[in-house]
């Protein structure tokens, strides 16, 4: 499955469907999503709940169900949809 969506994310019809209608589309791999998720996850709980009003509420359910909830003792710094996001407010 992972390799058909890859497939077409290179098909030249679907890339100028995509570009008619004034969309974005890149491949991430399962495996780099998942990482992400469990990255994002894995912080501490201020962490989660600023990246809950970034993100909206669903996302990080979304995200949570891939990754891990448990907090951790870390920082996270990153771009989130063009805010910056880290541990220190």
């Known amino acids: 499955m992972r ?4 497939k077409t994310l290179n098909d030249p019809a679907f890339l100028e469907e995509v570009k ?5 589309a890149e491949y991430t791999s399962g495996e780099e999503t998942e990482a992400l998720a469990k990255e994002i ?4 709980p201020e962490i989660i709940e600023r990246l ?3 993100l909206g509420d ?3 359910r ?3 169900s891939a990754g891990q ?7 996270f710094a990153g771009i989130l949809y063009g805010k910056r996001v880290d541990s220190e407010g």
């Open 41 to 44: 996850m894995s912080q501490r």
């Open 52 to 54: 809950k009003k970034v």
């Open 62 to 64: 979304i995200a949570q």
């Open 58 to 60: 669903q996302r990080v």
């Open 69 to 75: 909830s448990s907090a951790a003792q870390g920082k």
């Open 20 to 24: 008619s209608k004034k969309l974005d």
């Open 3 to 6: 390799e058909a969506f890859q």
